[in-house]
């Protein structure tokens, strides 16, 4: 079978919509773990990466140096290392074996560290915290934390909170295991771990994701490397499918204006009726009769063409007042490209649009 060239590209669009449109679900393998000094253990880390085929490293209260021996192991074998050397004063840091990305939250309250991870077209961001058990929790941490959350959520990718909070969730009587949970919960996010954390009991360690996408099954499992347990789990990383919308528009600008009167006079529309076969029409026969002509002319003149366009999430922040501003600022850069008189507005209404868009 012989297609022409049209055809050929219609099928080839047709065809790639249709696979960009396909859910595309990649798996990590997450681990954290509270290693209390890694400077010394560095061979059972990475035992313990082999042993899981992990993807994703989660290490708290590593205590090394910002050049310390074992950052420089981790590095040689091929591996990316988000890290943050704290003062010599324990804990020390944490780090994180992915790409990195800074939340660009400051804190002192806890330490923690964000990255994004970007696996081909997938991703995902993870907040690491770490919050010392010799420092009591006051309404600064959930304040902070609050704060950091509320800069991570409103991001289009899925947000997986872990680390050590030194904060028991088996007790749901005590008030500061109860204010986590209600600040996970205005956020969106719900706690996976349901087991003792701890060699003693208690459950210290949080992985959280989003309370309204498939609930990770989080393993605890008892390593040998610290008092605290290792916490194993595998996310899907899924990509939102696309959504396309198709309009339908017609080229009304390059329409020749006097081919369109002499086709317009030569119409039925304009004819003189010598035998007065329409005095008696009624009105929705006359306006099917004007829409059926003009619709005629124009498929001849201005042939109606169709465009699909793929329809992209809004940032949560980007509400009314962004979107007038955005739609003014267009108006006006328009009219300054056919006219010089609406430079110094559109200039303006441009750093309006930007002062506003920092604001939110």
Same mark, same amino acid.
């Given at each position: 079978?012989?297609?022409?060239?049209?055809?050929?590209?219609?099928?080839?669009?047709?065809?790639? &919509?249709?696979?960009?449109?396909?859910?595309? +679900?990649?798996?990590?393998?997450?681990?954290?773990?509270?290693?209390?000094?890694?400077?010394?253990?560095?061979?059972?880390?990475?035992?313990?990466?082999?042993?899981?085929?992990?993807?994703?490293?989660?290490?708290?209260?590593?205590?090394?140096?910002? /050049?310390?021996?074992?950052?420089?192991?981790?590095?040689?074998?091929? #591996?990316?290392?988000?890290?943050?050397?704290?003062?010599?004063?324990?804990?020390?840091?944490?780090?994180?074996?992915?790409?990195?990305?800074?939340?660009?939250?400051? +804190?002192?309250?806890?330490?923690?560290?964000?990255?994004?991870? &970007? +696996?081909?077209?997938?991703?995902?961001?993870?907040?690491?915290?770490?919050?010392?058990?010799?420092?009591?929790?006051?309404? %600064?941490?959930?304040?902070? #934390?609050?704060?950091?959350?509320?800069?991570?959520?409103?991001?289009?990718?899925?947000?997986? &909170? *872990?680390?050590? !909070?030194?904060?028991?969730?088996?007790?749901?009587? /005590?008030?500061?295991?109860?204010?986590?949970? /209600?600040?996970?919960? *205005?956020?969106? #996010?719900?706690?996976?771990?349901?087991?003792? %954390?701890?060699?003693?009991?208690?459950?210290?360690?949080? +992985?959280?994701?989003?309370?309204?996408?498939?609930?990770?099954?989080?393993?605890?499992?008892? &390593?040998?490397?610290? /008092?605290?347990?290792?916490?194993?789990?595998?996310?899907?990383?899924?990509?939102?499918?696309?959504?396309?919308?198709?309009?339908?528009?017609?080229?009304? @600008?390059?329409?020749?204006?006097?081919? !369109?009167?002499?086709?317009? @006079?030569?119409?039925? #529309?304009?004819?003189?009726?010598?035998?007065?076969?329409?005095?008696?029409?009624?009105?929705?026969?006359?306006?099917?009769q004007y829409t059926g002509v003009i619709t005629s002319i124009a498929d001849r003149l201005v042939p109606m063409k169709s465009v699909t366009c793929r329809r992209r999430a809004s940032n949560v922040w980007f509400d009314d007042e962004c979107c007038a501003a955005h739609k003014k600022c267009r108006w006006l850069e328009r009219r300054c490209n056919r006219s010089p008189a609406y430079k110094k507005q559109w200039r303006s209404e441009f750093q309006h649009y930007r002062q506003l868009?920092?604001?939110?």
């Amino acid at each position: 079978m012989v297609k022409s060239d049209d055809a050929r590209v219609r099928a080839t669009t047709t065809d790639w &919509v249709l696979c960009h449109t396909t859910p595309v +679900v990649r798996h990590l393998v997450f681990d954290a773990l509270n290693v209390q000094s890694a400077n010394n253990k560095i061979d059972e880390i990475m035992d313990v990466r082999c042993e899981h085929a992990l993807d994703v490293m989660l290490l708290s209260e590593t205590w090394h140096d910002g /050049d310390s021996v074992s950052i420089r192991r981790v590095r040689a074998k091929g #591996l990316q290392v988000l890290e943050h050397a704290c003062p010599r004063i324990r804990p020390a840091s944490l780090r994180v074996n992915a790409v990195s990305l800074d939340g660009g939250q400051r +804190v002192s309250s806890f330490q923690h560290l964000c990255a994004w991870l &970007v +696996v081909h077209s997938s991703a995902c961001t993870v907040l690491l915290v770490y919050h010392p058990g010799s420092v009591a929790v006051d309404s %600064t941490f959930f304040e902070e #934390l609050s704060s950091l959350l509320d800069q991570l959520v409103t991001r289009s990718v899925p947000v997986i &909170v *872990a680390g050590n !909070f030194n904060i028991r969730l088996d007790r749901p009587d /005590d008030h500061r295991c109860r204010h986590l949970l /209600d600040v996970l919960s *205005a956020h969106g #996010l719900q706690c996976r771990v349901s087991s003792p %954390t701890h060699d003693r009991g208690g459950i210290l360690d949080v +992985v959280a994701t989003r309370a309204d996408l498939t609930a990770l099954e989080v393993s605890v499992l008892e &390593v040998g490397i610290s /008092d605290h347990r290792l916490l194993h789990w595998i996310s899907q990383l899924e990509r939102p499918p696309p959504v396309y919308h198709t309009s339908t528009y017609r080229l009304w @600008r390059r329409i020749n204006l006097d081919e !369109f009167k002499a086709t317009l @006079r030569q119409s039925t #529309l304009c004819a003189v009726s010598i035998d007065g076969d329409n005095d008696d029409a009624d009105v929705d026969t006359l306006a099917d009769q004007y829409t059926g002509v003009i619709t005629s002319i124009a498929d001849r003149l201005v042939p109606m063409k169709s465009v699909t366009c793929r329809r992209r999430a809004s940032n949560v922040w980007f509400d009314d007042e962004c979107c007038a501003a955005h739609k003014k600022c267009r108006w006006l850069e328009r009219r300054c490209n056919r006219s010089p008189a609406y430079k110094k507005q559109w200039r303006s209404e441009f750093q309006h649009y930007r002062q506003l868009t920092h604001r939110k």
